[in-house]
């Protein structure tokens, strides 16, 4: 921050000198002085000042800083073993724009980084004739393989209930590949008119359709699978604030993944409606 001093300089009276003004004649020795003395460079004065303020502003030895401190907390939520994968092959016949897109993908990685979840999104635009498609989007799908629609409306009243949700989830054994997520965009867009954020709340309808892939239909009473978002749900989402899946929510969505892609997990009774016979 620059220090305004206007007109200040600095010097030193010698006690040995007379005072200007005293009444009588300097001596030659006092005149010369006067004559060769020079206030104290303004530059040198400043950047010792700063120097200080700098010293008392860094923490002690040993101490993070305020920065370090919040950077650690962030780390510390979303450093998780990845090893489960999902893979969500996107189908955006609502034909929202890229960017907004990858802001809502996003925000839905971020959701399942923290529970220990690495989604790979797969852009299948619909717009380009099949010959055209992405390979990738053509291969052969799995259990760990989920097809996510984001519907305009005249799509997603062909599959909306009375009840207007933001989606729709297929009930799908956990052997079963390419199980269907669907968003109802046009929903999701009347939020945004109501000053939500459409971009995060998007990203949230992602997540909790995916939970309900591989939780199964039922909701919570609070957090992401909750029935129906409170105003304070939303507003918590469009701000950035978290909102978590409830306590025994991540490591069951966790163990499901694993389940998908093959691997060993221990027994979960809570999977038994989900199981293929």
């Not at 000042?49 to 919040?70: D, H």
């Not at 955006?92 to 907004?100: E, F, T």
Request: proline share 9%; net charge positive.
């Amino acid at each position: 921050m620059p220090f305004d001093l206007p007109g200040c300089s600095f010097s030193t009276w010698s006690s040995a000198s007379p005072h200007p003004g005293a009444g009588h004649e300097p001596s030659a020795t006092a005149r010369i002085a006067k004559l060769t003395r020079k206030p104290l460079p303004l530059i040198p004065v400043l950047a010792a000042i700063l120097s200080i303020s700098s010293a008392l502003a860094r923490p002690a030895p040993g101490s993070p800083s305020p920065l370090a401190e919040r950077e650690a907390t962030t780390v510390s939520r979303t450093a998780r073993k990845l090893d489960a994968t999902l893979i969500l092959r996107v189908y955006n016949y609502a034909r929202l724009d890229p960017v907004s897109l990858a802001l809502s993908e996003k925000v839905a990685s971020a959701i399942f980084a923290n529970v220990g979840i690495e989604v790979v999104w797969m852009d299948c635009s619909v717009p380009r004739p099949p010959s055209r498609a992405f390979p990738a989007c053509q291969s052969r799908m799995g259990p760990a393989d989920l097809v996510l629609r984001i519907l305009p409306h005249q799509m997603a009243i062909k599959l909306a209930t009375r009840d207007e949700p933001l989606g729709s989830a297929q009930t799908c054994t956990e052997s079963e590949p390419a199980c269907e997520v669907n968003v109802f965009y046009q929903r999701v867009d009347k939020l945004a008119t109501q000053g939500y954020r459409a971009d995060r709340v998007l990203g949230y309808v992602i997540a909790h359709e995916v939970a309900h892939v591989l939780l199964g239909p039922g909701h919570s009473e609070e957090g992401i699978l909750r029935g129906e978002w409170t105003r304070n749900d939303l507003e918590r989402i469009s701000w950035g604030m978290v909102l978590d899946f409830t306590k025994d929510q991540p490591s069951q969505l966790r163990k499901a993944v694993l389940r998908r892609i093959g691997q060993s997990v221990p027994d979960d009774p809570t999977r038994a409606n989900l199981v293929a016979p």
